[in-house]
């Protein structure tokens, strides 16, 4: 992989922050857009822009065509079997939501359990508090091994036949774990619990294939895979989907509307409520086709070779703590003994590097931690292993700075 | 090596506020008791002011968070105590204007250490930290004032 013809593609990159050269490291929050993307989106708004789905006219046509287009690509790019099991949203948060409102409380009574484990993400911990309170059901929590991962024993013991939905992140956004979503749905599949993933740091960074992980619902966002801000996906089972009722009512997802009484359209258009994100779901076709012409085996493998390097550079800076197994996919957490990671950030930040510092939304797993905050530098395809270098200097900085200051 | 820009925020009188914060702790015995926390980084304060007759007579605060946050806790407790209330209020909107880096004229208020913040200004994206225990006495002085 040519990471120096990547970083090309990515405008953004090329500029200074506080006098140096930018390094990203905060890809696990957002990852930046190639010009691709950029372009693509550009083409849309400036050629094709119309509504979808209603009119006769020909860029209303063009619109659709594009629209349904990005739909069908994201089946292919996730091997998903129907095009109609792709359902946009505005991210994995609304994406859970959705099956959390849906399908939960359709399904869900106060003898059922929800599963899920401690190192969610906010968004995959609150649609089901919230699920569990309004029907009584009882959410239970996966324990978690010392270094951060599960044991397929203590996934085998926590499901049950009163398991109705096991909700769980394919990667940790904190830890880097990466969790057995395939052993996971069929440990839940024999006890007729639906699966739900949280692929928001699962299918930027790796190949997912829908069908072989056999899950019943996997969510994920655009922006974390070079595609805009502000579009998703809710990949479901076709016989799920169609048993559910949608959550938004309005426009554009309606068949019949009489005075008192409406019928929904066909799947996925009942989900999709009000006019549609057009130009993101364009722009996430465009980062399909970017990240699939890099490949995402390349991907993955450029990760690890960067997370083995920055793990064997960062081990030598003397008290330097690392959160999350070994064995991890593309991000390390860490923290500075006797140096807040907001102070480590800023002074990394004046070095023009950006790292994340704070609870990452997963303030029940930072608990477990026992840390009230922590810093994350998480990689993509366009990182170097001279950007770790920097970062490896930038601590070193902040340890003299700190050190020099007390 | 050179630390220009970042000596310019963490100065030396804040590092001492950090490592020896002033008024740590907590108080008891009628003394009013707030909680604020930064939702998006994890900080938490917890406040704790006697006030008597409109007089701060007592203020102490626990809490986690970075050296900019427990820094401005630690000063801001120093120059409020024994302070009017009304006095206390019209420092947190003087640190405010401070932070928005407006020049105001403190007049005759007496700013003690505060004023080594004023670095924070330049760095927005930690200003929030530095009005975390300022935002919490205006919420207690409120409640306390609206029981």
Redesign the interface.
């Known amino acids: 992989m040519d990471v120096a013809a990547i970083r090309a593609d990515f405008p953004i990159l090329d500029q200074e922050v ?1 006098g140096k050269p930018l390094v990203y490291l905060d890809s696990a929050a957002t990852s930046q857009k190639p010009k691709q993307v950029i372009e693509a989106v550009n083409h849309y708004y400036r050629n094709n822009n119309s509504n979808v789905h209603r009119g006769v006219h020909t860029i209303g046509t063009r619109a659709t065509e594009q629209y349904e287009g990005a739909r069908e690509r994201v089946r292919q790019f996730i091997s998903a079997k129907h095009t109609e099991e792709i359902i946009f949203t505005r991210g994995t948060t609304s994406a859970i939501n959705l099956v959390a409102s849906s399908y939960g409380r359709a399904n869900l009574t106060e003898a059922d359990e929800i599963v899920t484990t401690q190192m969610e993400h906010h968004s995959n911990i609150i649609p089901w508090q919230q699920l569990a309170k309004a029907t009584g059901a009882k959410l239970k929590f996966i324990p978690l091994e010392p270094d951060g991962t599960l044991t397929l024993d203590n996934i085998k013991k926590t499901i049950t036949d009163s398991t109705k939905i096991v909700a769980i992140t394919h990667v940790s956004n904190v830890l880097g774990t990466v969790n057995p979503i395939q052993a996971i749905t069929k440990i839940a599949h024999q006890h007729h619990a639906v699966v739900v993933v949280d692929g928001a740091q699962g299918i930027p960074h790796m190949k997912v294939d829908v069908s072989e992980l056999d899950c019943d619902f996997y969510a994920f966002s655009g922006h974390k895979m070079c595609a805009p801000t502000g579009v998703g996906v809710l990949y479901g089972k076709k016989e799920w989907l169609e048993a559910m009722e949608p959550v938004e009512f309005g426009g554009e997802m309606i068949d019949f509307v009489d005075l008192y009484d409406s019928t929904w359209k066909e799947l996925p258009w009942k989900f999709e409520g009000g006019t549609p994100i057009i130009a993101g779901a364009v722009g996430l076709a465009a980062a399909i086709d970017y990240l699939t012409e890099v490949g995402l085996d390349n991907i993955t493998k450029h990760e690890t070779q960067l997370v083995e390097y920055a793990m064997d550079q960062l081990t030598t800076i003397e008290g330097l703590e690392i959160y999350g197994p070994k064995k991890r996919a593309g991000l390390i957490t860490f923290n500075l003994t006797d140096v ?4 480590t950030a ?2 990394l ?2 070095e023009g590097i950006a790292v994340r ?3 990452h939304c997963a ?1 029940p797993l ?1 608990k477990w931690l026992n840390a ?2 922590t810093a994350r530098a998480s990689f993509y395809l366009y990182n170097s292993r001279s950007d770790i270098d920097r970062l490896v200097d930038g601590l070193r ?1 902040a340890k ?2 700190f050190g ?3 | ?1 050179s ?1 220009n ?2 000596d310019n ?2 100065r ?1 009188v804040i ?1 001492d506020h950090y ?1 020896n914060p002033r008024n740590h702790g907590s108080l008891s015995n009628g003394a009013l008791t707030l909680e604020m926390n930064n939702p ?5 304060i917890q406040l704790h002011l006697l006030i008597e007759d409109g007089i701060v007579n007592d203020v102490k605060f626990e809490g ?5 946050s427990l820094a401005s806790a630690s000063m801001m407790t120093q120059v409020i105590k024994g302070q009017e209330v009304e006095t206390a209020l019209k420092l947190s909107q003087y640190f405010s204007d401070m932070m928005l880096g407006k020049d105001v004229d403190p007049a005759d208020l007496e700013l003690g250490d505060i004023e080594a913040l004023q670095g924070v200004a330049k ?1 927005p ?2 200003i929030k ?1 530095a009005t975390l225990a300022w935002k919490a006495m205006e919420k207690a002085v409120d409640q306390n004032e609206q029981p």
Do not use: W
């Open positions: 506080n807040h990671p907001h102070d800023t002074v930040d004046s510092a704070g609870h303030q930072m009230t905050a900085k003299e700075f020099d200051v007390f | 090596m630390f820009n970042l925020l963490y030396q590092m490592k998006t980084c994890g900080d938490r986690e968070g970075c050296s900019i760095f994206a930690r930290c």
